[in-house]
C-alpha cells in the first residue's frame, strides 16, 4: 500500500490554472476506494483549504474575464470571406463565455463544481490525522529556529510534517505531493531538502518520494494508466492477480467480470495467474471461478503465452476428465 500525503496547494491547482486535469483527482479517489492509496489528511490541510478555495477561484475566474478577443478588424479585413467567419465565431464565443460563467457562479456558491465533489469524497475516505497541542508548539518552536518546512508566523507546513512523523508507520516511505518551496531541495526540484531527508530516514528508517503535480506521481506509479476507469480495472486484475485467499479469488472475479475488453498484456496476465496461484486453481471447480477463468481462455488462445495455455488445459481440463471417468461406470 503506498502512503500518500498530498498538500494544500495541489488540492488548490484544481481550481486555477494547472495541467492536472479533474481525472487525476479521480483516479485518486479509484485507489484509495481499492486500498491501493492510504491518503493522509490533516485539519492544518483542510482548514488551509477552505481558507483559500474562494480566494483562488477568484483569482481564477478575473483571469479569465480578463482574456479579451478582438472586438475591431481593419477596414482591409472585410473584403476577405475570413472576416465573417471570424465575427460569426466570436459572437458564439461571447454568447457561450457569457453563459459559462453564469453557471460557474451557482456552482460556486452551492460549492459544486467538480473539483468541489471529488475533493469532498476524498476527504472523506482519507485517514484523518489528529494534531496534539503537543506537535503545534514543536512546530511552532522548530519554524521559530529557522528549521523547515514553514516560514516565520508560518506554522502549517511544520505542523503537517511532524504530525506525518509520527503517524506514519516506521520503516514505510512516504509520498509526498507539495508544489511548495519549503520541502523541496535547492539543488534538485524533484527532490525532498536535504534537512528533512536527514531527519526522516533517521527517524523513519524509510525514504519520502516528492512530486510536484498529482499528474507527476501517476505517471510513476502508474505509467500506463491514463483514465480512473482504466486504473480501475487494473487494480482489479491485480486484486486477482495477488489474491491472498478464496474470498479474495471471489470478490476479485466479482470485481473483473463487470469488464469485457482487455488489452493482451492484462490477458496473458490473468492467465498467467489463473494457472499459478493456487488460491484461484484450488478452487476451480467453483462457478463463478470456472467461468470466468474459461471466459479468459476461450477464443483468445491466440494472444496467450503457449505455455500457459498448456498448463491451463492441465489444471482445468481435469475438471472434465474427473466428470467423464464418473460417468464411465463399469458394468
Known amino acids: 500500500m ?88 466570436l459572437e458564439g464565443f461571447r454568447i457561450a463565455k457569457a453563459s459559462l460563467l453564469e ?63 509520527k503517524k506514519i508507520p516506521k520503516g514505510k516511505d512516504l509520498y509526498l505531493v507539495t ?34 503535480k498529482l499528474s507527476e506521481f501517476f505517471r510513476d506509479k502508474y505509467p500506463e494508466i491514463k483514465l480512473a476507469s482504466e486504473l480501475e480495472k487494473q487494480l482489479a486484475i491485480d486484486a486477482f492477480v495477488n489474491s491472498p485467499n478464496f474470498e479474495g479469488t471471489h470478490i476479485a472475479i466479482k470485481n473483473l467480470s463487470k469488464y469485457s475488453d482487455f488489452t493482451n498484456s492484462a490477458v496473458n496476465e490473468i492467465a498467467l495467474a489463473a494457472v499459478k496461484n493456487p488460491q484461484i486453481y484450488w478452487i476451480k471447480e467453483d462457478p463463478d471461478v470456472e467461468r470466468f477463468v474459461n471466459q479468459i481462455f476461450e477464443g483468445r488462445e491466440d494472444i496467450i503465452n503457449p505455455d500457459i495455455v498448456n498448463e491451463y488445459h492441465e489444471v482445468y481440463g481435469s475438471v472434465e476428465e474427473e466428470e467423464s471417468e464418473e460417468d464411465d461406470v463399469p458394468f
Open 179 to 212: 508544489d511548495d518551496e519549503d520541502y523541496i531541495s535547492r539543488l534538485d526540484s524533484n527532490k525532498l531538502c536535504d534537512y528533512l531527508k536527514t531527519e526522516w530516514e533517521k527517524e523513519k528508517e524509510s525514504s519520502v518520494y516528492v512530486y510536484r
Open 103 to 165: 453557471k460557474l457562479r451557482s456552482d460556486i456558491e452551492t460549492k459544486d463544481l467538480g473539483a468541489d465533489k471529488i475533493i469532498s469524497d476524498i476527504f472523506s475516505v482519507a485517514e484523518k490525522l489528529d494534531e496534539p497541542d503537543e506537535i503545534i508548539n514543536t512546530a511552532v518552536d522548530r519554524v521559530n529556529h529557522g528549521n523547515p518546512p514553514g516560514k516565520p508566523g508560518s506554522y502549517g507546513d511544520a505542523i503537517n510534517w511532524l504530525v506525518l512523523m
Open 2 to 89: 503506498i502512503h500518500l500525503f498530498i498538500d494544500t496547494n495541489v488540492y488548490l491547482t484544481f481550481y486555477h490554472f494547472s495541467d492536472d486535469a479533474l481525472e487525476e483527482l479521480k483516479k485518486l479517489a479509484v485507489a484509495i476506494n481499492k486500498k491501493d492509496i492510504k491518503l493522509y489528511l490533516t485539519d492544518q490541510v483542510i482548514d488551509e483549504f477552505n481558507r483559500n478555495r474562494e480566494a483562488k477561484i477568484a483569482d481564477a475566474l478575473n483571469r479569465f474575464k480578463g482574456q479579451l478577443l478582438p472586438s475591431q478588424f481593419p477596414n482591409i479585413c472585410r473584403a476577405y470571406e475570413e472576416y465573417n467567419t471570424m465575427r460569426n465565431h
